[in-house]
Each structure stands twice: as structure tokens, then as C-alpha cells.
């Protein structure tokens, strides 16, 4: 972690221990400059990745305030770091239905940018929170990229393994929304009746070089699943 | 528009032009600063709003690279554009339901951090891609900020308004959605049978200074609506 991402991190550690809300001030450059012993320009990089994580927000000429919502178990859309880090008060179990390592479809493989006859990975998994189905989530992972997996692996977070067991660095992500309606399958395996609302989202995961590893689908529960989404200006 | 404002949208303009795809290497900085004729920390600049826009990826000691998704007719959630920006090649148009001046309830007062006695305007419509029904909107505008709407106004896009009429620059916000079934008031508007799957969306938008000026909740047509996101490493 660089210096600058370390001092977002104690920064962001502080609103939550402060309970700070929405609108709070933060104290004034000079002093974060001083408490954390460092230049301007590193505050500044700590500042605007904060911004860019939706944790503070700058007005020119008047200062940085915290940006906090006030809603409670919502699950953040843009998250590229997996579910357990927006519920954490919550109990998240997954049940793999299916790993093994086979061809691509013409879909997958062009997802992935990979070939036919190249291998993948592919993992079937119900997730649960606090016992309840969550999502139906299948997922195609380019296996010249993610080398291993096994069951063990893919019970638990997958990408936190990718992180520090395979040492990758995961980049930017496409996501693809609709909202359907559950067929039989998926109804079985979220204990709903078919033809039930789904939100159905497809997901190209890239490395930080830009190549796509994992491509998902997801079917969320809709009785258990609320989004949450941070719009910044500049977009 | 600032000077680096203006060169990302010249790249963005060239990277559409030139139909580019993802994955293609944008020319060094050097060449860059030399075509545009600015120094590096601007043009630096211009390439950081892209990369926070999802229009480039920037790879260390590799190169700027851009970023283009394939599938057309996606509507941008995070888009603080409104839809018009997205989905250009369609056909967009809104039916004004009810345009009024009233007192908020708690929930709106909650949301646009006001008071019970203060002023919103109430504004229903359902919106049309094409002729079908896209979505049915109510929004709960802060009459303090946002001091004057008509119902020309708001047939047309509000937040064009906003910016162009009132002069108010729009900033971060906060999204919240659902999935779940339409009621009988919702399937009326959207001309689908009560009990179909809709996507239902709370936002609420601030001004740059951190003001929230517009709650807004939209119901969308399942049929008609699909989205697209966009997330970025560092998120």
C-alpha cells in the first residue's frame, strides 16, 4: 500500500469510528498535512481517491465534507471488492453447485476475448445471507489468467484469493443490467416460484493491465437484494 | 469549460470518430501535449477525468488504452446526464401526469434535508423511448433551490434546465434500487399487468456544494430498460 492510499485508509477508519455524517466537515489541508506528517500533494492523492470512493466530497473554496448515507444493508453495486465488505454485520455462506475446467461458449469466449479452444474455469454457486438465498451466480473464469481453483477456494471469496493467493491485481469492471423474471431453474435454486421478479446482472472483470479474467452472471432474490450506487459529478 | 475539460472531450470525441475499440493504445503523452499544445500536468488532467468517465485505462509503464463496451442500447445508471446522453439514436419523450407546489412528507423532507413546512415541487411523468413506455418518475424538487418550474420545463429535460436556465451545477448522488413487482397505479402507467417485474430506483441528487436538490423515484419498464455500469479499480 503507498503512503497516500494508507492515510485514505486511517482517514475513511476515523469517519466510521466518528460516526460522522453526510455534510461533516474535515478538518482544513494544513492540519491533515500536519497530523499525518506529510506533503500537500500526497493529502491531495489521499483526498481525491477518497472522492473518487465516494467517502468525501470537495467544494472548491469551502473544504471537504463526508459523504455517508444513511440507509442500512444495502449492497454496493460498484463494490469490486465482493459482497463481504458491504455486509459485514451480515452472515455470507455460498454453496457450489459446479467447478470444473471446460471450452467456452462463442459467449463466454467472447467475453473473456479468449478463443474456443482455450480453457476456462467454470464455477456454479448459491450464496446465502444469514441463511436466506441471495444469488444464483455462474461464473466463467479464463483459466491462462486464474491457473487454480478448487472447491475449497470457491466456497469461500474467490476474488480475495485472486488478490493475495494468485497475486493479481483486479481492475475495472463492465456490468450489464436487466430485471426479468425467474425461470425454473433458477427459482429452485433461490426457493422462489418462477416467473418471480429477478435482477439479472452480467459482469466482465478486468485485471489492472486491462485483460478480462472472469466474466459473471448473477440472478439476485429480489426479496433479499437491495442496491446501492454513488454517482460522482464528474460523470 | 476548463482547458483540460475541453482536450478530454476532443479525445472522447476522436476515440468515437474513430470507432476505436477496447484494448486500442491512445498515442504517448508526449505526442499528446505536442497535438494539443498544452503541458503535461494539463494533459495528465484531461486523461484522469477520462479514466474516472470509463473512457481510458491507464496501465503503469504501459500506456493509455481505451475503453469501450460492445453492446449497444444500454441505458448508463451512473449518468448524472439524464438518459438523453446515452441513448441517442432513440427516441425520447415524457407525458407531464402532474406538475405542483406542495409540502413534503417526512420521508421527502428526510431526504432533501428540510423541513415539513418548507416548499417542494411535485413532478409525475411517464417517459417514452420510441413510443413505449421507459419509465414513470415522481420527483421531489427543493423549491428553495430549484425556484421556478413550468410544465414546458419539465416535459422537457429538467436537469438541462437546471444547469442552462437556473444556472446550478449538479454534483454527487446517492442511488438505491429494488427489484419487485408493479402495482396497480405503476402497470396502469407502464401499460404491463399488475405483478410484473419492475426495476425501482431512489435517488437523490446534490449540488456540488453538497445541497440535496431532487429526490426522485422511478419505476422502469422491464421490457424496455437495460442498464449499463461501469467500476473502476480503485472503487
Known amino acids: 500500500m503507498l503512503k497516500y492510499q494508507q492515510i485514505a485508509a486511517e482517514l475513511e477508519t476515523y469517519i466510521e469510528e466518528k460516526?460522522?455524517?453526510?455534510?461533516?466537515?474535515?478538518?482544513?489541508?494544513?492540519?491533515?498535512?500536519?497530523?499525518f506528517e506529510v506533503s500537500k500533494s500526497t493529502i491531495t492523492k489521499s483526498?481525491?481517491?477518497?472522492?473518487?470512493k465516494g467517502v468525501v466530497f470537495q467544494?472548491?473554496?469551502?473544504?471537504?465534507?463526508?459523504?455517508r448515507h444513511k440507509r442500512k444493508g444495502y449492497i454496493s453495486l460498484l463494490s469490486n471488492q465482493g459482497f463481504k465488505?458491504?455486509?459485514e454485520d451480515y452472515q455470507l455462506t455460498s454453496k457450489v453447485i459446479e467447478?470444473?475446467?471446460?471450452?467456452?461458449?462463442?459467449?463466454?469466449?467472447?467475453?473473456?476475448?479468449?478463443?474456443?479452444g482455450d480453457d476456462i474455469y467454470y464455477v456454479a454457486r448459491v450464496r446465502y445471507i444469514n441463511g436466506q438465498t441471495l444469488c444464483y451466480e455462474e461464473s466463467y473464469y479464463n483459466k491462462a489468467l486464474i491457473t487454480y481453483l478448487?472447491?475449497?477456494?470457491?466456497?469461500?471469496?474467490?476474488?480475495?484469493?485472486i488478490r493475495d493467493g494468485l497475486g493479481l491485481k483486479v481492475g475495472f469492471s463492465d456490468m450489464f443490467l436487466h430485471v426479468d423474471q425467474l425461470n425454473e431453474e433458477e427459482a429452485n435454486y433461490l426457493h422462489l416460484r418462477p416467473g418471480a421478479p429477478k435482477?439479472?446482472?452480467e459482469t466482465i472483470f478486468h485485471l489492472t493491465n486491462g485483460q478480462p479474467f472472469d466474466f459473471s452472471k448473477v440472478t439476485y432474490n429480489y426479496e433479499q437484494s437491495q442496491f446501492f450506487l454513488q454517482a460522482n459529478s464528474s460523470m
Not at 59 to 67: A, K, N, P, Q, Y
Open 59 to 67: 467544494v472548491r473554496g469551502s473544504g471537504i465534507f463526508v459523504r
Open 19 to 35: 460516526a460522522l455524517q453526510q455534510g461533516d466537515k474535515l478538518p482544513i489541508l494544513e492540519t491533515l498535512m500536519a497530523q
Open 85 to 87: 465488505s458491504d455486509l
Open 47 to 52: 483526498l481525491d481517491l477518497l472522492e473518487k
Open 150 to 161: 478448487n472447491k475449497e477456494i470457491v466456497s469461500e471469496s474467490i476474488f480475495h484469493y
Open 199 to 201: 435482477l439479472y446482472v
Open 99 to 116: 467447478l470444473d475446467v471446460r471450452k467456452p461458449t462463442i459467449e463466454v469466449a467472447d467475453n473473456l476475448n479468449i478463443g474456443l
